[in-house]
């Protein structure tokens, strides 16, 4: 069969396109709805339904300091946001992000949010790692929470809101190249999968909220469709990326599928063992052991297994250890960690009160994503902004996090920006040019790639590369890193995109065609771990979760941001964001702590 | 217990481009603790590429991956093979996707249709109480909250309502829910509003107390039980 020639179908004109209804893209929509009733939205997602959005596996809770708490102040989750972040988040936007964190509890909770609650029936809270009070003296209780659903709730209500709102969805639709006239962002390319139908959606203003971008990792708590579709198309319009090489891995990550283990098992009490039974972290961390910062007790996990203390699980092959629940009290295995034990018992046919659990490090979140302004208005270089673009979530870098994330903070950050943003767009809006035609040059990306995903003849198989490339990035441009191996994934990951171009689709519908899709999600992967390589080979030091075992400690030569661009594969150009530190500078109460600090717990 | 089974899987199949539906078999050797959604992708890798099925989160968090396994609506991404092999003493299946909405490949289903009663049903905050006198939260009392928490717990999955007796003219026993839930909640006060859905010929006169929902949530939420509650005018 020979492939259809590609074009635009037809064309459609919202005021505001979001791209991306997970948490922040819809808490985003919301907020325009509020401040500008009437506005024309459409919304797209990947998914179903934007409901089935990857927010909505969030476990663990959004931290907030609430001002009746008579100890906790808001200036010590500044500052922990900072330390967390390896001394390498955007002073400006920790504060934008944390000051207003209750107030958005509440707007969460006014718009129907089930929070669980105290016996006064007020939101309950419970604490977190790295949350404390006294600029690290004690632990903080600042996690606003949902049960062991907190992301469902947030979910839920931003997409309840919206539909209250009128926003229009289409779903199951994919954002395949952004459109630009002068320089001016006016939409976005659109395939939906359902009649195979490229649709371009002008807009006066687009939003990016795509959300994580991990899955080119052999275990990761990310789900299906997070494979960086965002950033490539970001990339390809020649804009820049931030902090790539900021990937978190969670320690527990269920082996095998990866599903996330939460901290909860540890604070209860679980051990981490390697295949001998040895309890590793004691040797690592005596004082603080199975419950030291994520990223270390990742990095000690991977040594176990790589000096052979590990285990390889029988039926998925993988490497393990142990997490140790069996001296648990039985109470507490039935009322505090009942949900993610049952994730044992369902997905790996383990009972976690009588046998050991088997857990590795898992790709969880990327600390990175598109920069952007304060005001989520996505950077086309260190100053200037494009205009009509804007970008939230776990997608964009403003960047609160840095380079390593506190728990927590990931579900604020959505629900602040996505604020941030809407209000933003609310604002722009009125005299915002009109996007006009569709541009002469529209489909110039798409159009190509997907003709060639068409017509591409060869021996070369799908699975076998997206196989290798998640071995290739878990060992080489994984939890540890040095230069040699860095080099040697930058040239495998060279070899793999040319192997790509030699597969043959079975079928060439165009119609909710599941293998053209990935094919065209293994370019993604492909192109996002590529810059994270070349990202992490240039930063020589080691900073939050990108640890260089030849660089190991914080070099301040190191004190920006990457900023990396790639529109030929390969040829990424690197340059830098600096970093704010307006809190320091303003030099007000406690200033002192906002500066360059080490980071120890 | 084996490490490996053989298993036999037919699959319902459709192709919107000829408009053909058929059953295809396949075989294939399958370890034990693999999900349904994995033997999908190990279809996909080793033997048709064109084999099109949902998921999304892939740990029962979503419920984008719901299909008749045979005959039952379940979640695949939580159906162990070994599960399947106790729970249907077979190592044979068929597969089938969901009844509530139409076909577009395969197992993939359009979901905007089903959703549609869901999002009749208003599941938002119509109406919400003036907030409390002190500017700050609501203050709901955990008793209140634990008496329609079950219910919040909902992923719109939609086994309930394909396995539900009632397929014509009804709401369905999750939009039900989510209609309950509202109505449970104490910040929503256009309770009339949502009674007259409630009550309305789509609604409770088409439930036929079957417990079916309840049955095969895989929530594990007694959907019946608020319904019941809701027929019996307890829940506002
Ligand atoms: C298991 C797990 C537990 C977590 N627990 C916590 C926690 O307790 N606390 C916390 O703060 N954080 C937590 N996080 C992190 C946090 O949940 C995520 O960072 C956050 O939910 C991301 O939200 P988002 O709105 O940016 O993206 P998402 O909710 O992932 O939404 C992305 C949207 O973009 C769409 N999309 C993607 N690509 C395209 C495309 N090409 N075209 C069209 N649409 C597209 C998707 O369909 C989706 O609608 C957790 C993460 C995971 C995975
Ligand atoms: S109890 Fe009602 S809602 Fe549930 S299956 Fe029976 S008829 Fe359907
Ligand atoms: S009630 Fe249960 S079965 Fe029905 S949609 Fe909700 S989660 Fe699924
Ligand atoms: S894929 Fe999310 S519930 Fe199965």
Same mark, same amino acid.
């Given at each position: 069969?020979?492939?259809?020639?590609?074009?635009?179908?037809?064309?459609?004109? =919202?005021?505001?396109?979001?791209?991306?209804?997970?948490?922040?893209?819809?808490?985003?929509?919301?907020?325009?709805?509020?401040?500008?009733?009437?506005?024309?939205?459409?919304?797209?997602?990947?998914?179903?339904?934007?409901?089935?959005?990857?927010?909505?596996?969030?476990?663990?809770?959004?931290?907030?300091?609430?001002?009746?708490?008579?100890?906790?102040?808001?200036?010590?989750?500044?500052?922990?946001?900072?330390?967390?972040?390896? $001394?390498?988040?955007?002073?400006?936007?920790?504060?934008?992000?944390?000051?207003?964190?209750?107030?958005?509890?509440?707007?969460?909770?006014?718009?129907?949010?089930?929070?669980?609650?105290?016996?006064?029936?007020?939101?309950?809270?419970?604490?977190?790692?790295?949350?404390?009070?006294? #600029?690290?003296?004690?632990?903080? $209780?600042?996690?606003?929470?949902?049960?062991?659903?907190?992301?469902?709730?947030?979910?839920?209500?931003?997409?309840?809101?919206?539909?209250?709102?009128?926003?229009?969805?289409?779903?199951?639709?994919?954002?395949?190249?952004?459109?630009?006239?002068?320089?001016?962002?006016?939409?976005?390319?659109?395939?939906?999968?359902?009649?195979?139908?490229?649709?371009?959606?002008?807009?006066?203003?687009?939003?990016?909220?795509?959300?994580?971008?991990?899955?080119?990792?052999?275990?990761?708590?990310?789900?299906?469709?997070?494979?960086?579709?965002?950033?490539?198309?970001?990339?390809?319009?020649?804009?820049?990326?931030?902090?790539?090489?900021?990937?978190?891995?969670?320690?527990?990550?269920?082996?095998?599928?990866?599903?996330?283990?939460?901290?909860?098992?540890?604070?209860?009490?679980?051990?981490?063992?390697?295949?001998?039974?040895?309890?590793?972290?004691?040797?690592?961390?005596?004082?603080?052991?199975?419950?030291?910062?994520?990223?270390?007790?990742?990095?000690?996990?991977?040594?176990?297994?790589?000096?052979?203390?590990?285990?390889?699980?029988?039926?998925?092959?993988?490497?393990?250890?142990?997490?140790?629940?069996?001296?648990?009290?039985?109470?507490?295995?039935?009322?505090? *960690?009942?949900?993610? $034990?049952?994730? #044992?018992?369902? #997905?790996?046919?383990?009972?976690?009160?009588?046998?050991?659990?088997?857990?590795? =490090?898992?790709?969880?979140?990327?600390?990175?994503?598109?920069?952007?302004?304060?005001?989520?208005?996505?950077?086309?270089?260190?100053?200037?902004?494009?205009?009509?673009?804007?970008?939230?979530?776990?997608?964009?870098?403003?960047?609160?996090?840095?380079?390593?994330?506190?728990?927590?903070?990931?579900?604020?950050?959505? *629900?602040?920006?996505?604020?941030?943003?809407?209000?933003?767009?609310?604002?722009?809006?009125?005299?915002?040019?009109?996007?006009?035609?569709?541009?002469?040059?529209?489909?110039?990306?798409?159009?190509?790639?997907?003709?060639?995903?068409?017509?591409?003849?060869?021996?070369?198989?799908?699975?076998?590369?997206?196989?290798?490339?998640?071995?290739?990035?878990?060992?080489?441009?994984?939890?540890?890193?040095?230069?040699?191996?860095?080099?040697?994934?930058?040239?495998?990951?060279?070899?793999?995109?040319?192997?790509?171009?030699?597969?043959?689709?079975?079928?060439?519908?165009?119609?909710?065609?599941?293998?053209?899709?990935?094919?065209?999600?293994?370019?993604?992967?492909?192109?996002?771990?590529?810059?994270?390589?070349?990202?992490?080979?240039?930063?020589?030091?080691?900073?939050?979760?990108?640890?260089?075992?030849?660089?190991?400690?914080?070099?301040?030569?190191?004190?920006?941001?990457?900023?990396?661009?790639?529109?030929?594969?390969?040829?990424?150009?690197?340059?830098?964001?600096?970093?704010?530190?307006?809190?320091?500078?303003?030099?007000?109460?406690?200033?002192?702590?906002?500066?360059?600090?080490?980071?120890?717990? | 217990?084996?490490?490996?089974?053989?298993?036999?899987?037919?699959?319902?199949?459709?192709? =919107?481009?000829?408009?053909?539906?058929?059953?295809?078999?396949?075989?294939?050797?399958?370890?034990?603790?693999?999900?349904?959604?994995?033997?999908?992708?190990?279809?996909?890798?080793?033997?048709?590429?064109?084999?099109?099925?949902?998921?999304?989160?892939?740990?029962?968090?979503?419920?984008?991956?719901?299909?008749?396994?045979?005959?039952?609506?379940?979640?695949?991404?939580?159906?162990?093979?070994?599960?399947?092999?106790?729970?249907?003493?077979?190592?044979?299946?068929?597969?089938?996707?969901?009844?509530?909405?139409?076909?577009?490949?395969?197992?993939?289903?359009?979901?905007?249709?089903?959703?549609?009663?869901?999002?009749?049903?208003?599941?938002?905050?119509?109406?919400?109480?003036? =907030?409390?006198?002190?500017?700050?939260?609501?203050?709901?009392?955990?008793?209140?909250?634990?008496?329609?928490?079950?219910?919040?717990?909902?992923?719109?999955?939609?086994?309930?309502?394909?396995? $539900?007796?009632?397929?014509?003219?009804?709401?369905?026993?999750?939009?039900?829910?989510?209609?309950?839930?509202?109505?449970?909640?104490?910040?929503?006060?256009?309770?009339?509003?949502?009674?007259?859905?409630?009550?309305?010929?789509?609604?409770?006169?088409?439930?036929?107390?079957?417990?079916?929902?309840?049955?095969?949530?895989?929530?594990?939420?007694?959907?019946?039980?608020?319904?019941?509650?809701?027929?019996?005018?307890?829940?506002?």
């Amino acid at each position: 069969m020979v492939a259809k020639k590609l074009q635009i179908d037809s064309v459609l004109r =919202p005021e505001v396109l979001i791209i991306g209804a997970g948490g922040a893209g819809l808490r985003c929509a919301a907020e325009i709805c509020e401040r500008r009733p009437g506005t024309s939205i459409l919304a797209v997602t990947k998914m179903y339904s934007p409901q089935k959005s990857h927010t909505s596996t969030a476990q663990g809770g959004m931290a907030a300091v609430d001002p009746n708490d008579p100890v906790d102040k808001i200036i010590y989750h500044m500052f922990d946001t900072w330390k967390g972040s390896d $001394c390498s988040a955007d002073q400006n936007v920790i504060k934008k992000v944390c000051e207003p964190a209750w107030e958005q509890v509440l707007w969460l909770e006014r718009h129907g949010m089930h929070f669980s609650r105290t016996q006064e029936g007020r939101i309950a809270k419970r604490p977190f790692g790295g949350h404390m009070l006294n #600029f690290g003296k004690l632990k903080a $209780c600042r996690a606003c929470y949902e049960v062991d659903r907190t992301g469902k709730g947030i979910m839920d209500t931003v997409w309840a809101e919206s539909l209250k709102h009128g926003v229009v969805f289409l779903n199951r639709t994919l954002a395949t190249e952004l459109l630009f006239r002068n320089g001016r962002c006016t939409g976005a390319i659109v395939l939906m999968e359902e009649n195979g139908k490229f649709v371009a959606v002008l807009a006066k203003a687009t939003v990016m909220a795509t959300g994580g971008k991990t899955r080119m990792y052999q275990v990761s708590s990310n789900c299906r469709q997070n494979t960086g579709d965002g950033l490539a198309l970001i990339l390809q319009a020649g804009l820049p990326v931030m902090d790539l090489e900021a990937v978190q891995f969670h320690p527990t990550g269920i082996v095998g599928p990866g599903i996330l283990a939460s901290e909860a098992l540890r604070g209860e009490g679980g051990i981490l063992r390697n295949k001998d039974g040895e309890p590793f972290m004691e040797r690592y961390a005596p004082t603080a052991k199975d419950l030291a910062p994520r990223d270390l007790v990742s990095r000690h996990t991977m040594t176990e297994i790589r000096e052979g203390r590990g285990c390889i699980h029988p039926d998925h092959k993988l490497p393990h250890v142990w997490l140790d629940l069996r001296h648990i009290p039985e109470h507490i295995h039935k009322t505090r *960690i009942q949900e993610v $034990c049952g994730f #044992f018992r369902r #997905f790996v046919g383990v009972d976690p009160q009588t046998q050991l659990c088997p857990v590795t =490090p898992t790709a969880h979140y990327q600390m990175g994503g598109a920069p952007t302004s304060e005001f989520g208005e996505v950077q086309k270089d260190a100053k200037e902004i494009v205009h009509g673009l804007y970008a939230c979530g776990e997608f964009a870098a403003a960047s609160l996090h840095g380079h390593n994330r506190l728990g927590t903070n990931s579900l604020l950050e959505l *629900i602040t920006m996505g604020r941030v943003v809407g209000e933003r767009v609310a604002a722009n809006l009125h005299d915002a040019e009109d996007p006009g035609d569709v541009p002469r040059d529209a489909g110039q990306h798409v159009f190509p790639q997907f003709s060639r995903y068409l017509e591409s003849c060869g021996k070369e198989r799908y699975a076998r590369i997206r196989d290798e490339l998640c071995v290739l990035m878990t060992k080489k441009v994984g939890v540890f890193r040095n230069e040699k191996n860095l080099a040697e994934a930058i040239e495998k990951l060279g070899e793999l995109k040319e192997r790509a171009r030699h597969t043959k689709l079975a079928g060439t519908s165009v119609i909710m065609n599941q293998e053209l899709l990935h094919f065209w999600e293994l370019d993604h992967l492909l192109n996002v771990s590529m810059v994270i390589a070349k990202s992490a080979l240039a930063r020589k030091e080691s900073r939050g979760a990108h640890y260089r075992e030849d660089y190991p400690e914080r070099n301040p030569e190191f004190q920006y941001h990457t900023l990396a661009y790639m529109t030929e594969y390969g040829k990424v150009t690197l340059s830098r964001r600096p970093i704010d530190m307006s809190i320091f500078e303003a030099g007000g109460e406690h200033y002192e702590r906002f500066a360059i600090i080490e980071r120890k717990y | 217990m084996p490490q490996e089974y053989d298993l036999t899987l037919w699959i319902s199949r459709y192709d =919107p481009d000829t408009r053909r539906s058929w059953v295809q078999d396949y075989r294939l050797q399958a370890g034990r603790i693999l999900r349904f959604v994995d033997i999908f992708r190990k279809i996909n890798d080793e033997q048709d590429p064109t084999l099109a099925w949902s998921s999304s989160c892939e740990h029962g968090q979503c419920g984008t991956c719901g299909m008749k396994i045979n005959g039952k609506p379940l979640l695949t991404c939580e159906l162990l093979v070994e599960n399947a092999v106790r729970l249907f003493k077979t190592q044979a299946f068929t597969v089938e996707p969901l009844t509530i909405a139409p076909v577009i490949r395969d197992l993939v289903i359009n979901m905007e249709e089903a959703y549609a009663r869901v999002h009749s049903v208003k599941p938002y905050i119509i109406q919400p109480a003036p =907030p409390h006198p002190e500017g700050d939260e609501y203050r709901i009392s955990p008793k209140v909250l634990e008496t329609y928490v079950d219910a919040t717990r909902c992923i719109n999955c939609f086994c309930c309502a394909t396995a $539900c007796v009632t397929q014509k003219n009804y709401l369905g026993p999750n939009a039900m829910l989510a209609n309950i839930v509202r109505l449970m909640d104490p910040r929503e006060t256009a309770k009339q509003e949502r009674m007259d859905i409630l009550y309305s010929e789509q609604g409770t006169p088409r439930c036929r107390t079957a417990q079916a929902c309840t049955f095969v949530c895989p929530k594990e939420i007694d959907v019946a039980h608020f319904i019941a509650l809701a027929k019996e005018g307890r829940c506002a």
